[in-house]
């Protein structure tokens, strides 16, 4: 007799995983963003809060380093947050794990991009690090550093092996289409 329901089970399992990954990534993406926006209302800045983003005036250096690390700040605490949980928690816990994944792919995935392409004057770190008068690649490699760690962190306290590899595929992909996408922009335009 052929055991059905272990294997329906595990890709229930998954397809859950995958949905509360989706769903961590906006929630962080935009906790992230409401970071910068409470950032600049402390600090009294004219702007909107979009789907987006936070549009907002011109700012100063210092104003734009602070509002700048008002989103990593926030994603920071989540990522760490989360990571305690998921260590504290008595049992492997793949749910834990979709809300690290979330916030450490929110500064890793567009880290990895601009270090590749050479285009980081839009990440938060190189706008703090400019604005403060260090070098914005330094800061966006100690950022990514930082992340990769907690993410690494994150998957060696899951116990999740099957989670793993997708997640290295994911990864992979995502390293591959980076490049694809540099390569294309070099030789097409």
């Known amino acids: 007799m ?3 329901s272990y ?18 990534q906006i929630i962080a993406y935009q906790v992230h963003e409401f ?13 909107r809060f979009v789907l987006t983003g936070v549009m907002h005036e011109e700012l100063t250096n210092l104003h734009q380093a602070l509002h700048s690390s008002g989103g990593l700040v926030v994603t920071l605490v989540l990522a ?46 190189y706008k703090v690090a400019e604005s403060i008068g260090i070098s914005g690649q330094l800061l966006c490699i100690i950022s990514l550093v930082i992340f990769s760690a907690i993410f690494a962190t994150a998957i060696y306290y899951s116990g999740k092996k099957k989670i793993l590899k997708i997640i290295v ?18 030789l097409f335009y």
């Open 80 to 125: 760490v947050i989360s990571l305690v949980l998921l260590i504290s928690s008595k049992k492997s816990n793949s749910y834990l794990l979709s809300f690290v994944y979330a916030n450490t792919l929110l500064r890793i995935q567009p880290m990895v991009d601009s270090l590749v392409s050479k285009n980081m004057q839009y990440q938060d770190e």
């Open 169 to 186: 595929f994911i990864f992979a992909s995502g390293v591959a289409a980076i490049i694809i996408n540099s390569l294309g922009s070099m």
């Open 35 to 47: 970071g910068h926006y409470l950032v600049g209302m402390i600090l009294g800045i004219e702007q």
């Open 2 to 4: 052929i055991n059905l």
């Open 7 to 24: 294997e329906t089970k595990s890709k229930e399992n998954l397809i859950i995983f995958f949905l509360i990954s989706i769903g961590a």
